[in-house]
């Protein structure tokens, strides 16, 4: 009996506590929350909740925009639970990294073809939380790379298209086990080119088959020699008999 009700009591609190939980993502925003959210929208910015009944926010910016400044990511800091900011193919410079490194929130960050180098990957070492990371396309170097070793729930980073090496790809492996650094075409091992075959001197084959013929016509003569000479044998041979 005493275990049974401890087994109810334990199933009580769990279901409290996974309504709590439900709860606390589903809280309502706050006024700043919004006004953000709204200031991204109005400049270009894609603002989604991941699911129903989970706040977590998915944030894209899809077209490319030259005059992307400050003003675009500023706003990042009134919202909570961000777990996806999408940069690709804006002009972010480090500087503007400085909008980021706070969101600890963040899982995914997209920076592949922005402007970023080593100097911006130094803003990221606050994402504990951060798992996937884009920067293909971009000037980071191992020295960057060697940068995100602090940051062990990395899963997957790509780093194609940079200036990072296979060894400091290696290099932030071991640091971080069971990652994976995606080398992009570089892990790809190319067919060697055909070797081409020596032209042939056609002149050198044409007179080898010209001295074959020769060699033919000549052979051809001495056997018809040879065949002549036999046909005398025998004629000189019958003439001994007829006598």
């Known amino acids: 009996m005493m275990r049974t009700f401890g087994l109810f009591v334990l199933a009580i609190g769990m279901v409290t506590l996974a309504t709590a939980q439900d709860k606390e993502k589903a809280a309502p925003r706050s006024a700043s929350e919004l006004k953000a959210i709204e200031s991204l929208r109005k400049m270009g910015a894609l603002v989604l909740e991941v699911a129903q009944n989970d706040n977590h926010l998915d944030i894209s910016y899809l077209q490319p925009d ?11 800091k009134e919202l909570k639970g961000i777990v996806h900011l999408n940069l690709r193919n804006q002009p972010v410079t480090d500087a503007l990294l400085v909008h980021i490194k706070s969101v600890d929130s963040l899982t995914q960050l997209h920076l592949e073809k922005t402007k970023v180098t080593d100097k911006g990957l130094a803003e990221l070492k606050g994402l504990k939380n951060l798992e996937y990371l884009n920067i293909y396309g971009t000037e980071v170097t191992d020295a960057g790379v060697a940068q995100l070793a602090d940051l062990k729930k990395l899963k997957k980073v790509f780093l194609w298209q940079t200036k990072a090496t296979k060894a400091g790809a290696a290099s932030l492996a071991k640091a971080i086990p069971g990652i994976d650094v ?23 084959d044409e007179k080898k088959k010209d001295a074959k013929k020769d060699d033919k016509k000549t052979d051809t ?5 040879k ?16 006598k």
């Open 221 to 225: 003569k001495k056997d018809d020699k």
């Open 227 to 242: 065949a002549d000479a036999a046909k005398d044998v025998k004629k000189d041979a019958k003439k001994e008999e007829k």
């Open 182 to 204: 995606n080398m992009g075409y570089d892990d790809i091992k190319l067919p060697e080119p055909k070797k081409e075959e020596p032209k042939k001197d056609m002149k050198k």
């Open 66 to 76: 030259e005059k992307f400044s400050d003003a675009h990511l500023a706003p990042l």
